[in-house]
């Protein structure tokens, strides 16, 4: 078979696997479609398949088929980050600031502190975990920094998804929930820029702020001239740019592909269009970055010190957002069981915690053994979220239209 037939089957792997696990095993309620998309891609990787069938393995995923797969992910990863970025609303956070400013700082500080007093655990090649968690170019501050930032991530777009899901997005506490993940969202983003801050290219990396910033006022004053159809192309090649930009100078194109929509109105935008959009590239092309990030797990002996190490993450992320934002909760005087309520659900990780982890990978500040255990921790702590929440919403009806 020529590489692209043997493209295509791969393609149907993708597309055909993780669908008929989650429609047939109707597995919704605890496992979203874009979990058991996740899942698949790590069974379909070296650490599963390749290690059980490694002919077949080689055969599906020879280097012409992986670095095709890896052309899509990336510009499926960075489309889905710009909208992430455009549906910040900065202003509807400033307008709550206190309430949203102690509740986003704690509900991503508890959680940090907790992550980087793991990874400093790791970093001690303890015997039950044992070493190589960090990666060849990365200091120990920035594997700790790194490390924590990842268990205080909330994963913005699929907390949209799971909101709608549980019917709550449109409501009040949706409404709420959303303006503290978007806080949060600028923290995470501003503290990887500073991770991956390379001194030896920091001319670069100053030129394209600089650039940037006086790009970014141009944008905004020629999308609000033009007329709507525009804007989405001017959007993509805006995005495209940025990414450019910011890999040149030594950042990420997934932190460019950020910056590209935080810059943007999402007013500039209908809304119902935008909607479409994020769930098409769900449908569409993401599923090719599931199987991509699949593809970069490894296991090490036997496993078991990379299951010990995403248990840890696990626990150190969802007891660290929920003692945060019972913190917040006793501050700002909520009812009881509402901090219970929000914290489960900023506690979900999934995309955006995996688009760290990536990040980190690729500038070797983790190794490909943390990777995969930060990859299961994303798993597991976006697969409680449904199971604990709804019954929650069911026991207390009255936080749902509770205004601040």
């Known amino acids: 078979m020529n590489t692209t037939e043997i493209y295509l089957i791969a393609m149907a792997i993708i597309f055909s696997v993780p669908y008929l696990v989650w429609r047939l095993g109707r597995t919704d309620h605890w496992a979203p479609l874009v979990v058991v998309q996740i899942l698949t891609g790590i069974a379909l990787g070296p650490g599963v398949l390749g290690a059980a ?18 052309g899509v992910a990336w510009w499926a990863v960075m489309v889905f980050v710009w909208i992430a970025g455009i549906e910040l609303d900065l202003r509807e956070a400033w307008r709550y600031r206190r309430e ?11 959680p940090l502190l907790f992550g980087a007093a793991a990874a400093t655990l790791l970093l001690a090649d303890l015997p039950l975990v044992g070493g190589g968690w960090r990666g ?22 699929i907390l949209i998804l ?4 549980l019917e709550i997005l449109r409501q009040p506490i949706g409404q709420r929930i959303l303006r503290y993940a978007s806080l949060d969202d600028v923290a995470i ?25 006086l790009a970014s006022v141009a944008l905004r004053a020629l999308m609000q001239r033009v007329p709507e159809r525009d804007r989405w192309y001017l959007g993509l090649i805006w995005l495209a740019l940025c990414a450019f930009g910011a890999d040149w100078s030594g950042l990420h ?29 769900l449908l569409v092309v993401m599923p090719v970055f599931f199987l991509s990030t699949g593809l970069r797990t490894q296991w090490g002996a036997g496993g078991w010190s990379v299951l010990v190490v995403a248990a840890l ?6 007891a660290g957002k929920l003692l945060g934002v019972r913190i917040a909760g006793r501050v700002l005087g909520w009812q009881p069981g509402e901090a219970s309520l929000i914290g489960w659900l900023l506690q979900t990780k999934a995309l955006i915690m995996i688009i760290f982890a990536n990040i980190l990978l690729d500038k070797q500040v983790i190794t490909a053994q943390a990777f995969t255990a930060m990859l299961l921790m994303a ?14 919403l069911a026991r207390l009806p009255q936080l749902l239209s509770r205004r601040v």
């Open 53 to 70: 069938f490694p002919d077949y393995y080689r055969f599906v995923f020879n280097p012409q088929v992986i670095g095709a797969l890896n």
């Open 100 to 110: 949203g400013g102690i509740t986003a700082g704690l509900a991503l500080g508890v």
């Open 136 to 157: 060849l170019l990365g200091q120990p501050w920035q594997f700790v920094l790194g490390v924590g930032m990842a268990c205080a991530v909330t994963a913005l777009p």
């Open 162 to 165: 799971l909101m709608e899901k």
């Open 189 to 213: 983003w501003g503290v990887l820029a500073v991770i991956l801050m390379d001194w030896q290219r920091v001319g670069r990396q100053a030129a394209f702020l600089a650039l940037f910033a």
């Open 253 to 281: 194109y997934m932190v460019g592909a950020f910056l590209a929509g935080a810059v943007m109105d999402a007013h500039w935008f209908d809304q119902k269009q935008m909607d479409a959009l994020r769930a098409h590239v």
């Open 313 to 318: 993450l696990l626990v150190a992320s969802v």
């Open 379 to 392: 798993v597991g702590s976006t697969m409680l979220t449904t199971p604990v929440v709804k019954p929650m």
